[in-house]
């Protein structure tokens, strides 16, 4: 199948909440439908289907549009997708990081400093990431370079391990 047949058939199944099982799609629904789109690089039939939805799109559909674009590398529909976000959410530091990932990706690694040093300038600063594991029935939290687990070490050199094992059987870091 061509991936407009594809999205036909997503459509169809997408409709099918409202005709079959009587769900009226939420801003999450059509998020994840758009999230799809695209993840296929169909980011014309995605602006498309926010242009048609049947109220006003959330900050998160025009994220996933975003993480779409940085995808592949659309910076056209990326720009309107972030100016999108800003109008909804003009304080959060997330769609800065968002448009400076889309045009690192594309290459353009000035245009990205300078959404970085604009973020900078407007006080706003990225939180970082946070990870858990359950071991044990007990949740362990860390961040990035956080060093205050108490078996800090032995888990670095079991991540050691691991990345030479996936590097053994093929594994190229995306980098």
């Known amino acids: 199948k061509t991936n407009l047949n594809l999205v036909d058939d997503c459509r169809s199944l997408f409709n099918s909440m409202r005709t079959v099982y009587q769900i009226e799609p939420t801003s999450k629904h059509y998020a994840s439908f758009i999230s799809v789109l695209g993840y296929w690089g169909l980011l014309q039939e995605a602006l498309e289907t926010i242009n048609n939805m049947p109220f006003q799109p959330s900050a998160l559909v025009w994220r ?16 309107w997708a972030a100016q999108n976000i800003l109008a909804l959410e003009p304080k959060d530091p997330s769609t800065f ?18 959404v970085r040093e604009d973020m900078r300038e407007k006080g706003f600063c990225k ?21 205050s687990h108490p078996q ?8 050691e391990i691991m990345i030479l094992e996936c590097l053994k059987i093929g594994y190229e870091p995306d980098t």
């Open 152 to 159: 800090e070490k032995d888990i670095h050199r079991g991540l």
């Open 97 to 114: 990081i968002l448009v400076s990932n889309l045009y690192s990706a594309s290459g353009r690694w000035d245009r990205s400093e300078m």
């Open 64 to 79: 996933v549009l975003l993480d779409g674009c940085r995808l592949h590398k659309n910076e056209l529909i990326g720009k």
């Open 127 to 147: 939180h970082p990431a946070q990870s858990w594991i359950v071991c044990e029935k007990k949740i362990n939290t860390f961040y990035p370079r956080d060093g």
